[in-house]
């Protein structure tokens, strides 16, 4: 049971943490959670202020898990840790000055939300009646030492989460544990990304080979399109494990987009439930090909993803050549850049970016391969459903729907549920509205 920043944001939401966990008990579950909302942003925020205001900072969130504890009537005792490394962290920032942090700096600064929200939630379960035991989930995910976006050791995984969590399940005990946060080869402190909360929960949940995965979060589960661009979206109560990673992909915030890999492999459902409205039923991840039709459209979902970079290269080199492609992407490897969408072709590559990509310095490497030119400000709209490659006037239809919205590049790709376009970031939301009227609502 892994529950989000939301899910565990004041007092009145671990208090519904800990009903639903009481519900589940039966069931032996184990609990994930991420940092309190908005700690995780706080947290990152500290380096960039000035030396002189990042003990105040540190302080206020401190005064904030505190002031949490005592609403919960939880003992003093349990913040103790809390104090203790808060002090050690503002004086690591005042060591640091005003010198711009490394990696594993910045993963040291921003696990301390997890650590501070698991152990007062772990109280709380306590003080709700139901056993339960803090457990440092660093000792488990081990990874590779690419600090602030790291990548799991899976060799070994199992046997770790057996000896970190099994002897708490076996006795009634309900472990509670942190997403986010792993350990480098050399033991310092790493994190898997932004929401890589889901992604803890999914690895953890292939290793003890658990029924299922259940995401909390403050939304009923997958919907066709962001409600907060379409108001008229829909509840997908079943989808795909292959639907759910395409839209996590390209903007759906419901999920982290790496969480579905282990899920597939173990053949393990994921539920997607709304801790503000537990009895919901929530979209049901499951391993299938063909989740079922929301009406007569083959079309189930509709995302977007912003704040993308468009980066075209041009070389009258790739015509006929062979290695042309190994030797651009390894440029985006040295970097450690993905790229989203592609489109080749016989003189020219375009890809897309994320914006927070230092894309200057991939400028001067890609120079050397031909010219190079960077759109930025695009968005990625995303049509997610079955069999769209198969299906004859589908791409007709869904570029009619948008005649008045210029596409820059178009991606299908060996994917039959996804088919990917890029427009300018101002025009994105258009796009998805006007394909959930096509798909979607008329469909009603």
Not at 339 to 361: C, G, H, I, Q, R
């Amino acid at each position: 049971m892994k529950f989000g920043g939301t899910s565990v944001a004041d007092a009145p939401a671990i208090r519904r943490l800990v009903e639903i966990v009481r519900t589940r008990k039966a069931e032996r579950p184990l609990v994930v959670v991420s940092a309190l909302a908005r700690v995780s942003n706080a947290l990152l925020g500290l380096p960039l202020l000035a030396a002189q205001e990042r003990k105040a900072a540190v302080e206020t969130l401190l005064e904030r898990h505190q002031a949490l504890a005592l609403e919960l009537e939880l003992p003093a005792k349990v913040t103790e840790p809390t104090v203790l490394e808060a002090d050690r962290l503002a004086s690591t920032l005042e060591v640091l000055g005003d010198t711009v942090p490394e990696g594993d700096l910045l993963d040291f600064v921003v696990g301390h939300g997890e650590l501070w929200s698991s152990r007062l939630v772990a109280a709380a379960l306590e003080k709700g009646g139901v056993r339960s035991a803090w457990v440092d989930v660093r000792s488990v995910i081990r990874t590779d030492g690419y600090f602030t976006s790291a990548a799991p050791e899976r060799e070994g995984l199992p046997a770790r989460a057996h000896d970190a969590f099994l002897h708490h399940l076996g006795t009634g005990v309900v472990p509670v544990s942190q997403g986010f946060l792993g350990s480098g080869p050399d033991g310092r402190p790493t994190t898997l990304g932004r929401g890589g909360s889901d992604y803890t929960a999914a690895l953890l949940g292939a290793a003890l080979e658990v029924d299922r995965v259940e995401i909390w979060t403050d939304v009923d589960g997958i919907m066709t399109a962001d409600p907060r661009v379409v108001p008229q979206a829909r509840l997908l109560t079943v989808a795909s494990h292959h639907e759910a990673a395409e839209l996590a992909a390209f903007g759906a915030k419901v999920l982290h987009p790496a969480t579905q890999a282990p899920l597939v492999e173990a053949g393990i459902p994921c539920v997607v439930l709304n801790s503000f409205a537990p009895h919901r039923t929530g979209t049901r991840v499951i391993s299938t090909a063909d989740p079922g039709q929301v009406g007569p459209s083959p079309v189930r979902a509709i995302s977007c993803k912003r704040g993308i970079t468009i980066v075209n290269v041009t070389s009258p080199r790739m015509l006929g050549a062979s290695g042309f492609l190994r030797r651009l992407f390894e440029v985006f490897e040295r970097h450690r850049i993905s790229v989203d969408v592609l489109a080749t072709s016989e003189v020219s590559v375009s890809m897309t970016v994320e914006n927070s990509f230092p894309l200057e310095k991939l400028r001067e490497d890609l120079e050397a391969l031909g010219e190079v030119a960077f759109a930025p400000e695009r968005a990625i709209v995303a049509v997610v459903g079955l069999a769209l490659r198969d299906t004859p006037g589908i791409a007709a239809r869904i570029f009619s729907a948008i005649r008045s919205i210029n596409v820059e590049v178009v991606s299908q790709g060996a994917s039959s549920t996804n088919l990917t376009f890029v427009v300018r970031e101002e025009e994105a939301f258009n796009a998805v509205r006007a394909l959930h009227r096509e798909f979607i609502e008329e469909s009603a």
